[in-house]
């Protein structure tokens, strides 16, 4: 129980273009999603939290205009990555909580973004 | 605020021999802790957690108790085989529902036969 799938697992895109990715709870309903950016070797940092239709907390340094988050259901959310430059190629990683399970995170796959 | 500190690595180590990971931490009130793993090109996945002081997690050999008084969560294994190589994070949340984690920088472990 308890898995969170993120799609695409990988992307290439052109300097300029936005990319979307999306994280959905399979099994259960997902009252939190959080959005992780890893560098590599690196810790995760935390870029958002984001609730069931309201607007995602973003962290400080985060720019909310260029990582749009939207949670539109209790199963689905996305990370558009807009105007792509290759600083922002990343392991993006998305995890999610429930209700039944406080105090706990579970994580999807990870999708490798590469900005060429 | 919160914050997470890990010891650095990486750590190599051959087959079957002891593991230990140290990770302390700093935190007002009553956190949760946690290990994750990492796997090559992989998310994270649960390790262990334990909730309140003097809880001992467990999972797959891997042991950790949680140690109010000198506010550490050490991971340990007994004897780690090759597979066990991945990188390894701990991890606080607060006491509230859905709660922000805080991660530490990351121990990767190498094993070797």
Not at chain 1, 84 to 105: K, T, V
Not at chain 2, 6 to 21: D, K, N
Not at chain 2, 55 to 83: I, P
Request: glycine share 8%; proline share 3%; net charge negative.
């Amino acid at each position: 129980g308890a898995v969170v799938s993120q799609h695409p697992s990988w992307v290439i895109c052109k300097s300029g273009t936005s990319v979307k990715i999306e994280c959905r709870s399979l099994d259960f309903q997902a009252t939190t999603m959080f959005w992780y950016r890893q560098f590599p070797k690196q810790s995760l940092m935390l870029m958002a939290t984001s609730n069931e239709g309201s607007k995602a907390t973003y962290e400080q340094g985060v720019e909310k205009d260029k990582f749009l988050i939207n949670h539109a259901s209790l199963t689905l959310s996305t990370l558009t990555v807009t105007s792509a430059h290759p600083e922002d190629s990343s392991f993006y990683i998305c995890s999610a909580s429930w209700a039944g399970a406080p105090n706990e995170q579970f994580f999807g796959p990870g999708t490798r973004l590469t900005v060429l | 605020g919160d914050s997470v500190t890990q010891m650095e690595g990486p750590v190599t180590l051959s087959e079957e021999a002891f593991l230990t990971i140290n990770c302390t931490y700093t935190a007002t009130g009553y956190p949760s802790l946690f290990w994750y793993v990492q796997y090559p090109g992989e998310g994270l996945q649960l390790l262990l957690k334990a909730t309140k002081a003097d809880d001992k997690g467990s999972n797959k050999g891997f042991e950790a108790t949680y140690r109010k008084e000198t506010t550490s969560f050490h991971l340990e294994k007994g004897s780690v085989q090759v597979s066990d190589s991945a990188v390894y994070f701990c991890a606080l949340g607060d006491t509230g529902t859905a709660s922000k984690l805080t991660f530490g920088t990351g121990t990767r472990l190498q094993v070797t036969l």
